[in-house]
């Protein structure tokens, strides 16, 4: 899987789920792989593809339907490198 993370550093510690976007009062609705940064009061969240971010309160996002995609040391130099313009090994 080759989701790229937002290149702002306020991202650097955002981990990717799969959320359950139910709610009519947010930007995005469905299921959707997003970046998020979860926090005490509030979650920052970005999409990868249209690269809209938003935030919520963490209570919302806790009652959600949420699933952290883990990923391995081999798909996070790959998503690094193909950030930085170099084409993926095992192609």
Same mark, same amino acid.
Not at 45 to 67: A, L, Y
Not at 77 to 85: M, W
């Given at each position: 899987m080759n989701v790229a993370r937002p290149k702002e550093a306020a991202w650097d510690n955002a981990k990717l789920y799969r959320?359950?976007? !139910?709610? $009519? &009062?947010?930007?995005?609705?469905g299921t959707r792989l997003v970046w998020a940064v979860v926090g005490y009061k509030w979650v920052r969240?970005?999409?990868?593809?249209?690269?809209?971010? !938003?935030? $919520? &309160?963490?209570?919302?996002?806790?009652?959600?339907?949420?699933?952290l995609i883990e990923e391995t040391d081999d798909e996070r130099?790959?998503?690094?490198?193909?950030?930085?313009?170099l084409t993926n090994p095992r192609d």
């Open positions: 959320v359950d976007f !139910f709610d $009519m &009062r947010l930007p995005v609705s969240i970005c999409t990868p593809v249209q690269n809209k971010k !938003f935030r $919520m &309160r963490r209570g919302e996002w806790d009652k959600m339907s949420t699933q130099t790959d998503i690094q490198g193909t950030e930085a313009g």
